[in-house]
């Protein structure tokens, strides 16, 4: 199995990528992890992270789930949104400094038109957190971008 670095995965850049690896992925599923290091954007002054941001963590997990799809078929990574979640817990305040994180995301549902549900779960030492995440990947990014500013102006 291919694994590509996390930076040719998702369509961040810089400090806005949360994850550190994809420690494997199927058609259906991927696993990720991240340690909580000092000095990230999201940094509280302990150098934990608060737990909403678990949210984004797991958002990032299935967009390398997108790109690692994306290039298995070699089409380039592509842009999508995470529309919402449903019920995000948490059993903790937020991730302290040094914790090692793994994510699973699982595909649930997918259409054609680019919706899809995905169940999260993060794991890291006492810390559990499960959500359901609703995605949205346009069949052609670009000009559904193009469509949506132009008919904004």
Same mark, same amino acid.
């Given at each position: 199995?291919?694994? &590509?670095?996390?930076?040719?995965?998702?369509?961040?850049?810089?400090?806005?990528?949360?994850?550190?690896?994809?420690?494997?992925?199927? %058609?259906?599923?991927?696993?990720?992890?991240?340690?909580? @290091?000092?000095?990230?954007?999201?940094?509280?002054?302990?150098?934990?992270?608060?737990? &909403?941001?678990?949210?984004?963590?797991? /958002? +990032?997990?299935?967009? %390398?789930? /997108?790109?690692? +799809? /994306?290039?298995? @078929?070699?089409?380039?990574?592509?842009?999508?949104?995470?529309?919402?979640?449903?019920?995000?817990?948490?059993?903790?305040?937020?991730?302290?400094?040094?914790?090692?994180? +793994?994510?699973?995301?699982? @595909?649930?549902? +997918?259409?054609? $038109?680019?919706?899809?549900?995905?169940?999260?779960?993060? $794991?890291?030492?006492?810390?559990?957190?499960?959500?359901?995440?609703?995605?949205? @990947?346009?069949?052609?990014?670009?000009?559904?971008?193009?469509?949506?500013?132009?008919? %904004?102006?």
């Amino acid at each position: 199995m291919n694994i &590509w670095p996390v930076a040719e995965l998702v369509p961040h850049a810089g400090d806005m990528i949360l994850i550190d690896q994809v420690i494997s992925f199927s %058609a259906e599923d991927i696993h990720t992890c991240l340690t909580v @290091r000092a000095g990230g954007l999201f940094n509280q002054a302990d150098g934990s992270l608060p737990a &909403w941001l678990g949210i984004e963590l797991m /958002a +990032q997990s299935v967009a %390398a789930y /997108a790109g690692c +799809q /994306a290039r298995l @078929r070699g089409e380039p990574v592509e842009l999508g949104f995470l529309l919402g979640t449903r019920s995000y817990q948490c059993n903790v305040e937020h991730f302290p400094l040094g914790a090692e994180l +793994q994510i699973h995301a699982t @595909r649930s549902l +997918q259409d054609d $038109n680019g919706m899809g549900v995905f169940e999260c779960h993060l $794991n890291g030492p006492g810390i559990e957190a499960m959500a359901r995440l609703n995605v949205f @990947r346009p069949p052609q990014v670009a000009s559904y971008l193009q469509e949506e500013f132009q008919e %904004a102006h």
